[in-house]
């Protein structure tokens, strides 16, 4: 597969009330497509978060920005517009990042998490030196992320944002 330049097409997903931030890499294909965070329905996203919420799985667009804002969570991705073969974080090329001071400035984050290895790379790279802050890594939602059963995503996801989550 080519390399194709690409704009990052989603809106970053956050309020006032936002208290966590959680970053991906670039949206993939499907999520471009369908303009929204973790659209292809093998990621595990959605019932990983709803999971250490102890809600349902959210299905529709509105459901998934509802469970997260409700929530207090923001979410956008490290990455802006690069160069990209399809779907692969190992393809990315051309980095130009998020300018993640829309969220940080608009919200009392209080703990920036990163689902995977290549949002947390490309965090460190080229967002970390502008928001002066740190990001925990989390493993990855991914389907690619065969290694981790959906039982350890959430184990490890709960782990930690349940001390950053507000009361419900």
């Given at each position: 597969?080519?390399?194709?330049?690409?704009?990052?097409?989603?809106?970053?997903?956050?309020?006032?009330?936002?208290?966590?931030?959680?970053?991906?890499?670039?949206?993939?294909?499907?999520?471009?497509?369908?303009?929204?965070?973790?659209?292809?329905?093998?990621?595990?996203?959605?019932?990983?978060?709803?999971?250490?919420?102890?809600?349902?799985?959210?299905?529709?667009?509105?459901?998934?920005?509802?469970?997260?804002?409700?929530?207090?969570?923001?979410?956008?991705?490290?990455?802006?517009?690069?160069?990209?073969?399809?779907?692969?974080?190992?393809?990315?090329?051309?980095?130009?990042?998020?300018?993640?001071?829309?969220?940080?400035?608009?919200?009392?984050?209080?703990?920036?998490?990163?689902?995977?290895?290549?949002?947390?790379?490309?965090?460190?790279?080229?967002?970390?030196?502008?928001?002066?802050?740190?990001?925990?890594?989390?493993?990855?939602?991914?389907?690619?992320?065969?290694?981790?059963?959906?039982e350890k995503l959430?184990?490890?996801?709960?782990?930690?944002?349940?001390?950053?989550?507000?009361?419900?």
């Amino acid at each position: 597969m080519e390399k194709a330049k690409q704009l990052h097409n989603i809106p970053p997903l956050y309020d006032a009330s936002s208290r966590v931030l959680i970053l991906g890499s670039f949206p993939s294909v499907r999520s471009r497509q369908a303009k929204f965070f973790y659209a292809h329905p093998q990621n595990r996203f959605w019932p990983t978060l709803a999971g250490v919420l102890g809600e349902e799985t959210p299905r529709t667009i509105a459901e998934k920005k509802s469970l997260a804002l409700r929530r207090g969570i923001a979410l956008w991705d490290t990455i802006g517009a690069c160069e990209i073969a399809g779907s692969s974080d190992a393809s990315i090329t051309g980095v130009v990042p998020n300018d993640l001071r829309v969220i940080l400035d608009a919200a009392d984050i209080r703990a920036i998490f990163c689902n995977g290895g290549a949002s947390f790379a490309s965090y460190e790279r080229y967002c970390r030196a502008l928001t002066g802050r740190a990001a925990v890594k989390l493993p990855s939602t991914s389907p690619a992320n065969a290694r981790w059963t959906g039982e350890k995503l959430l184990e490890a996801w709960r782990a930690a944002l349940e001390p950053y989550l507000p009361e419900r």
